[in-house]
């Protein structure tokens, strides 16, 4: 609906000559105008409430000095109104500067020639809550703060809220309502999470729960602080809820989570290679020689070890270098099973952990394959670049019962392997 046409069915009060049989009533009745912020007339209840002569004397009264909170305030009720047909709510005001809290009706009008927006305000009784600051402080501090704070009735409509519950919410005044559906479970960007929030208050639960709401700013993630409360004229049970908006924090620590998982992406995985880090084969390792030991399993480590490759870095450069070194990890990936692991320790070492039920045979098989694989010349940049291996293989639990003592039994028999002229393997 266009802003136009958003109150034609409200009633249009064209001029103060409507109104002689509000003068009739004793109860004090006023009529605000949103538009220019005052008065727009009074019946003589009104002017004699605001301690004035005449209702000039009200339509002139000076309000510049309202805060902005007030005036939100008003116009809340006037979009409640122009709603709901009639708004019924505690409101403050001050007489001659001291406050008086009134229960107060209001109906949504248009006023004058131009179609201001305007209230018709009827007080129906005073209300008391007690002469203590305390008191009046607390029902203002609901209207001012800056999070959204509605009451509600249990069946999910909504009796009072404060001008940011408005501001949040006042774009679904305007849409349809499903059918068994209420305000409180249209605010859920999930109509069902709202039915079960609801099902959950109307069991007399309170609590502190998430959702994501459909608020004026696109979907927020809130935290809903829902209390059970009463009226304070009629003693209705009703429910407060206060919700406080998290979407910020909530995407600080998803984002957080997410450099975590890079992190340890990261600590996983060797950024040259793409192949296994150290790091993830000794996490790794202890799952494998648990099951090694509960299955009377062998295990088989090898250490491999690139022959004179600080050669290739020096006649081609470290780029060269490195793509032999990826292309290597590649070579040597193809040769073992899914469930072996191949990781870079470092430099241009490499180590491969065979998994259960590794026999000897099949271990040098295997580093038969890697000999022969790492062999076959690495075209870089032009090149034809030859490399080749010494591996030291050791077994376990024979050669060691953990991963670092595995781990140095192999690298000791990959140097036996140097000494005796490389491109080789041996076991310990």
């Known amino acids: 609906m266009s802003e136009s046409h958003k109150y034609d069915h409200l009633v249009h009060i064209k001029s103060h000559d409507e109104l002689g049989l509000y003068e009739l009533i004793p109860n004090v009745v006023w009529i605000f105008d949103l538009d220019k912020h005052g ?70 009008v248009l006023l004058g020639p131009d179609k201001h927006r305007g209230i018709i305000a009827y007080i129906n009784e005073e209300v008391n809550l007690g002469e203590q600051p305390e008191n009046l402080l607390l029902m203002e501090a609901m209207r001012y703060t800056r999070v959204p704070a509605t009451t509600y009735t249990f069946d999910g409509e909504p009796l009072v809220e404060n001008p940011a519950a408005t501001d949040a919410y006042n774009h679904l005044h305007d849409q349809p309502m499903p059918e068994g559906s209420c305000a409180f479970i249209e605010r859920f960007a999930d109509p069902e999470e709202g039915r079960a929030c609801i099902a959950r208050i109307q069991r007399e639960e309170e609590g502190r729960w998430d959702y994501i709401m459909r608020t004026s700013a696109g979907e927020r993630r809130h935290s809903l602080d829902i209390r059970r409360t009463r009226h304070p004229l009629n003693g209705d049970f009703l429910f407060l809820v206060v919700e406080y908006d998290f979407t910020e924090l909530y995407d600080a620590l998803e984002e957080v989570e997410a450099s975590r998982a ?33 299955h009377n399993l062998q295990l088989a480590v090898m250490f491999i070890d690139l022959d004179g490759f600080k050669s290739i870095n020096d006649a081609y450069g470290h780029d060269v270098g490195d793509s032999v070194l990826c292309e290597v990890a590649q070579r040597v990936q193809t040769t073992i099973r899914s469930e072996d692991m191949l990781a870079r320790i470092g430099g241009d070492e490499f180590v491969v952990l065979l998994s ?73």
């Open 262 to 294: 890079r992190l340890h992406d990261i600590a996983m995985r060797d950024t040259l290679t793409g192949v296994n880090s150290l790091h993830y084969m000794q996490e790794a390792a202890k799952t494998e020689i648990a099951h090694a030991e509960r």
């Open 39 to 108: 008065w727009w007339w009074g019946n003589p209840a009104a002017v004699s409430f605001w301690g004035l002569n005449s209702v000039q004397e009200l339509i002139d009264k000076d309000l510049s000095g309202d805060t902005q909170g007030a005036r939100d305030r008003t116009l809340q009720t006037f979009e409640l109104a122009a709603k709901d047909g009639l708004t019924v709510d505690p409101w403050t005001t001050y007489p001659n500067g001291k406050p008086k809290t009134l229960l107060m009706m209001h109906r949504a």
């Open 356 to 428: 259960h039920a590794s026999c000897e045979e099949y271990t040098e098989r295997v580093a038969t394959r890697i000999l022969e694989v790492i062999e076959q010349p690495v075209v870089a940049a032009g090149h034809a670049i030859s490399a080749s291996a010494s591996i030291g293989i050791s077994l376990y639990p024979k050669d060691g019962q953990d991963l670092e003592a595995l781990l140095k039994a192999a690298d000791d028999a990959m140097y036996c392997v140097k000494k005796n002229g490389k491109n080789a393997f041996a076991c310990v």
